[in-house]
Each structure stands twice: as structure tokens, then as C-alpha cells.
């Protein structure tokens, strides 16, 4: 085999295995369900209990539902996880953060919205499930 | 299976403190699957599903992202113990198989 077939060869292997390894990683369940509900119990969250040691800043008011920016710390200690959920969206969860190696639980992110709601944050500690939300005003449907 | 340029994403990694601030804006149109074009055909959902960072080669975050993140993603994570010339590595994957990777050394803020 000429040396440059086989660099070939091993480049469209390298491109085609991880794929598949990750669309089996993603959550499918969990995002297309269109139900809050749904998506919770597709994420494994079985009791959520109440924190107020969740931060979400995000704006009282959004002029335009296409971009939220929304910012997300938990100051509970070993924090794994950090999903965001838009309790009206056509299909509610919009992101799940996952941390390791010192990133600490922290993230900002630019979300669309189709309506006033509730931005809920379940945040993951071992088996135990925390959430906190806050309510946006949505003047006009940024999911198209 | 496209692998985008390395001008997909605009990245920035600075030391605030006791933390690296990592901030990141990725190009990508972060399509539903729900919208119509001028001809009122549905255009297909196209979006980031899978991205990871990796500092100095080892995983700090890994997320999984639905249709709900806005078009052009941003995002802004924090690491501690990171220090000045530690390299940041953010690559994202999307539904349709295409993927994009760069990377950012850590700079004084």
C-alpha cells in the first residue's frame, strides 16, 4: 500500500468513529422532549430540591426571545452539572454543562426563548438534584 | 464530514484573580428544524450538539446543546488552577457531522 493511501485511510477512519461515539453521547431523549417533565426524568433528576445557592442572572425583560443572555453559578460545593431549561420552548432543554479538573461551576450563554417563561437551572451534586429559575418577559418569539 | 477553518470560533482566555476566564464565540447557524425559508419550506435543523474544553489536554467541560442555544453561540466558562501559557482547547460537533477545533494559550488579563 502506498504510504499516502494508507495516511488516507487512517484520516477517514479517525473522521468516522468518533461520530458515531457521539451522537450516542447526546442526549436525544432528553432534548427532543417537548414536555418539562420529560426532559427532567430523561436527565435521570428524580427528587429537585429548592436553592437559593443557584445564581441566574438574565434580564427581567427581553426585547428579542432569539438572544437571552444568561449567566449561571452554583455555590453549592461539588456541583458535577448545570442543565438550563426554558419551561415554554417548543422543546424546553436548551443545554446541559458538565465539570471537571477545576472549571468551576460557572457559565454565560446566549439562549433563545419563544415566550415569556421561566428559565429553570437543575444543578447536579452526586444523586442529588438542586434547581432554582427566574421569569423573563418576552416581547417578541426568538425560536422562529 | 466538514472540519470549518480555524476562524470558526473567536476565543479569548484571560487570568482574573485566582481563575482563568475563558470566553468564546463560535460561528454557526443554529438552525431548529421550526423556521421557513422565503419559499415556506422548513430549513433543516443544523446545530452544535457536543462541545468540549480541554486545558493543557485534559477535559474541563463537556456539554451537550439543543436547538435552544442562540445562532452564532457564545460562552463563557471559568477554570481554576490555570495559569499564564496554559493552553485551552474548545471543539464542537454538530448534527450534521461537521465539527470545528482551536485552541487559546492563557494570557494577563
Redesign the interface.
Known sequence: MQRRDFLLGMLTMIALVPIKALAALWNKAAFESVQLNDASKHLNIDTEIPSEDIEIIAPDRAENGAIVQVEVKSNIPDTEAIAILVEKNPTPLIANFMFSHGAEPYVVTRIKMAETSDIKVVVKVGHQYFTHAKNVVVLENGCG | ?AKLGADNMKMRAQLKGD?VEVKVLMSHPME?G??KDDFNQLIPAHFV??LA?T?NG??????????????N??????????KVGDVIEVTW?DNL?ASAVQEIVVTEA
Open positions: 464530514m481563575f431548529t421550526r423556521r450538539q457536543l474544553a486545558l485534559k477535559t474541563v467541560l463537556e456539554a451537550q446543546w439543543g436547538t435552544g442555544i442562540s445562532k453561540p457564545y460562552l463563557t466558562f471559568r477554570l481554576k488552577g490555570a460537533h457531522g
